[in-house]
């Protein structure tokens, strides 16, 4: 396993769901990871969000180009074919048993709603689930046009590769668990890279399910 660099070199953060949080900003609490260090990072303390949203008037989508992919090759397919590889395996996050899922299909809005998260991170170093302008990730998807039943994101910072980050992430239960969520239908991945910034390279990956 190639070592990390300690931190703060590498972050990881993610918002899970749960059947009762009706709101993202209501929603909290910890789990096994909450706070705790991996691979090198640390994880945020889990939230979620179940229910329904209305799309609002969405902006002209963000394309997935070397600007909100860090350049890397193949980036979306790597991204799927790791992504349902591993849900297409029953794995334990934590000490949570996941059974195998169906496969997520790649969704432009999703996409759009994690490249204008990476990228506000990224130009402004900071990384959170909270936009600087208060925005949740539920928020932002709505307004990308996404109505949604079931909304969740991770997030990541510093990963050089989709292969780090996707390890990262399933090496965390709370991270793991959202990858395997078996509500959820879409998915959308982007990196930002930034110079002069704290960590660099900044990831969000946005889940959802729509109504």
Known sequence: MPAFIPPPSFQIRHLAASALCLALAACGGGGSDSNAPLAGGVSGAPSS?????SATGAPGLLALDATTSCGLADFKNSLMQQINTARATARTCGSTAMPAVAALTWNDRLFSAAARHSRD??????????????????????????????????????????????????????????????????????????????????WTMALARPQ
């Open 49 to 53: 969000v179940s229910g329904s949203s």
């Open 121 to 202: 991170m990224a130009t402004n170093n900071y990384f959170s689930h909270t936009g600087l302008d208060g925005s949740s990730p539920a928020q932002r998807l709505a307004a990308e046009g996404y109505a949604w039943s079931w909304a969740g994101e991770n997030i990541a910072a510093g990963q050089p590769t989709v292969a780090a980050v996707m390890s990262g992430w399933l090496a965390s239960p709370g991270h793991c668990a959202n990858i395997m969520r078996a509500e959820y239908q879409d998915v959308g991945v982007s990196c930002v890279q930034q110079s002069g910034t704290t960590y660099g390279r900044y």
